[in-house]
């Protein structure tokens, strides 16, 4: 069955590093990826949409990575600050005509930056 | 900007009891969507709506119903309320496009309890 699988264990880096989220998948051929992050008590909020023919998406501090050969996407924030602290979660999408209203969602993983 | 508005952000109920839980958004978008979510399950759709009247199940439809009579409400009804739906609920609405890869834009949640 599909797949998703983001970092199981919380991340905490320091204010100024980079954090690197990871998203992998399996049995599953996505035609895009989003991200989104989540603040506790409140909804998710899109971030950044990746096609399966895109390499890299950048927005501000934000890049995103699409490797359909390893079956993975990574999210960066550089110049991490505490107000990055949340869950990030990924979710992959097809264009099929019959599923494209569809997310597939992975649990998220939760990011702490310190000051 | 989108707004997603869910009628309540907590909501207390009784098992057995019939329960309505509302969302309006404010975008003219075609497609609607109810999703709860659980620790350690993430985001798991229960229903979505892609128009006016229309409506597919999810993955979890069982022991709800939803109803779509005008196209900014998106209505998930709980038919006999059961202590294993207490959980945070969810609603989004995105844009139709011809690929599908529109963002999805969530409301801040109705955390639900069945006592």
């Known amino acids: 069955s599909q797949k998703i699988e983001q970092n199981s264990e919380a991340l905490n880096i320091q204010e100024g590093k980079t954090a690197t989220l990871t998203c992998n998948y399996t049995?599953?051929?996505?035609?895009?990826l989003q991200w989104y992050r989540q603040d506790p008590g409140r909804g998710p909020v899109f971030l950044l949409l990746?096609?399966?023919n895109e390499k890299e998406k950048r927005k501000e501090r934000l890049k995103v990575t699409f490797d359909t050969t390893l079956k993975q996407s990574l999210f960066h924030i550089t110049a991490s600050q505490p107000a990055d602290s949340a869950t990030y979660l990924c979710?992959?999408?097809?264009?099929?005509?019959?599923?494209?209203?569809?997310?597939?969602w992975g649990l998220g993983t939760s990011l702490a930056v310190n000051p | 900007d989108v707004k997603v508005t869910q009628s309540s952000r907590y909501l207390v109920k009784r098992t057995g009891e019939k329960v309505f839980l509302e969302c309006v958004q404010d975008?003219?978008?075609?497609?609607m969507f109810w999703y709860r979510q659980d620790p350690g399950l993430g985001l798991r759709l229960i229903y979505f709506?892609?128009?006016?009247?229309?409506?597919e199940k999810g993955d979890i439809p069982e022991g709800y119903s939803v109803s779509r009579e005008k196209k900014e409400r998106f209505s998930l009804i709980l038919e006999s309320a059961s202590t294993n739906q207490t959980s945070m609920y969810l609603c989004?609405?995105?844009?139709?496009?011809?690929?599908?890869?529109?963002?999805?834009?969530f409301g801040d949640g109705t955390r639900l309890s069945i006592l």
């Open positions: 979710a992959l999408g097809r264009y099929n005509a019959g599923n494209n209203r569809k997310l597939i």
């Open positions: 049995n599953y051929s996505p035609a895009y």
């Open positions: 990746i096609r399966e």
């Open positions: 975008m003219d978008h075609e497609n």
């Open positions: 709506s892609y128009d006016v009247k229309m409506k």
């Open positions: 989004a609405s995105r844009t139709r496009d011809r690929v599908g890869n529109q963002p999805q834009h």
